[in-house]
């Protein structure tokens, strides 16, 4: 079992930085790949960065890509998403997830999940 907790969320001006961080409990969340989501009201959940079990590969939405970056330490069962020059359109609730299987950006192939935190950008 894996339980995540996301945090880092918060005000930020258009063009500033925001870090999050996914903090996880259970011993097997080191060999999970881990995504990052998002969600705006009244739209879909999307796929934000993904990470491999090792940090070796990563992967970005075309929207985030040269602007976010996703990374892991697995020391200390944490995935970061460090977010820069953040956009109004950037403002979501934020999600990680992990799953047992293949790093993917499909969101039902996540089988954990943490609460979400807020990332409010004003312009």
């Known amino acids: 079992q894996v339980q995540l907790v996301e945090s880092g969320g918060g005000l930020v001006q258009a063009g500033g930085s925001l870090r999050l961080s996914c903090s996880a409990s259970?011993?097997?969340?080191?060999?999970?790949?881990v995504g990052w989501f998002r969600q705006a009201p009244g739209k879909e959940r999307e796929f934000v960065a993904a990470?491999?079990?090792?940090?070796?590969?990563?992967f970005y939405a075309d929207s985030v890509k040269g602007r976010f970056t996703i990374s892991r330490d697995n020391a200390k069962n944490t995935v970061y998403l460090q977010m820069n020059n953040l956009k109004p359109e950037d403002a979501a609730v934020f999600y990680c997830?992990?799953?047992?299987?293949?790093?993917?950006?499909?969101?039902?192939?996540?089988?954990?999940w943490g609460q979400g935190t807020q990332v409010t950008v004003s312009s």
């Open positions: 259970g011993r097997t969340f080191s060999s999970y790949p």
């Open positions: 997830a992990a799953t047992p299987g293949v790093m993917t950006v499909v969101a039902t192939r996540y089988e954990y």
């Open positions: 990470v491999t079990w090792s940090g070796g590969r990563r």
